[in-house]
């Protein structure tokens, strides 16, 4: 099975930099996903981790450990439209689940002015 | 390129209706996906597709039913609607090879009374 864990809600200021976690057990694994979510939205891509490290790209950088089942998502600069979801997701490893991503329940990161 | 399309956007069903989702891209994707969304449990997955004719169940098939007669439509059906099936429905879809990244259609919000 799949378990996906991060926080629900997070507040931060405009400006600042902020981590969100991510904690998974999966029964294999195949790359971790970061999504973002506006309110009434569909979710777009943001970040793919499936070796150890982190990837940086612009503002945002995420973060895989596999041996720890952890994650982070990190948002430097905060700006007022970073305020959405931002939902963790585990690729499943090979066979008939080939592709299919396991979503975590999202963080709603509010950011103030 | 209009992306990942799905029609309608918004529905209301009386309980025991029947209703057809329909779900287009036009990006020459394989895999394609069903979701639902509730508030608190994240993206979940009803039944997706890694090839024409082919479908599959994900995490929550029950009610529902799905098709692939074209490559490029997926469709997702409700025999006889129930309260419960009331929700946002997300149609994805990602390419073989792709690092895994899913592209979402804007979503159909579905109400069931």
């Known amino acids: 099975g799949q378990n996906i864990d991060q926080p629900t809600e997070m507040t931060a200021t405009e400006g600042a930099i902020v981590q969100i976690n991510c904690t998974y057990q999966t029964s294999g694994f195949n790359g971790l996903f970061w999504y973002q979510q506006h309110a009434g939205e569909a979710p777009t891509f943001l970040s793919y981790n499936v070796l150890d490290g982190l990837e940086e790209k612009g503002r945002f950088s995420s973060f895989l450990s596999r041996s720890k089942g952890y994650s982070y998502l990190l948002l430097k600069e905060l700006q007022m439209k970073d305020s959405a979801s931002y939902l963790c997701a585990v690729r499943a490893l090979g066979g008939s689940t080939l592709g299919r991503l396991y979503f975590g329940r999202g963080t709603q990161l509010t950011v103030w002015p | ?113």
Not at chain 2, 32 to 42: E, V
Not at chain 2, 52 to 66: F, I, L, Q, R, S
Request: proline content about 4%.
């Open chain 2, 1 to 113: 390129n209009a992306g990942v399309t799905q029609t309608p956007k918004f529905r209301v069903l009386k309980t025991g209706q029947s209703m057809t989702l329909l779900c287009a891209q036009d990006m020459n994707h394989e895999y394609m996906y069903w979701y639902r969304q509730d508030p608190g449990m994240g993206l979940r997955l009803i039944h997706y597709s890694v090839g024409e004719g082919t479908t599959a169940k994900g995490e929550v098939p029950d009610g529902y039913n799905v098709s692939r007669l074209k490559k490029q439509n997926f469709l997702l059906g409700l025999e006889s609607a129930a309260p419960s099936q009331t929700s946002v429905y997300f149609c994805a879809s990602t390419y073989r090879g792709a690092k895994g990244e899913q592209y979402f259609g804007p979503g159909t919000r579905l109400t069931v009374t």
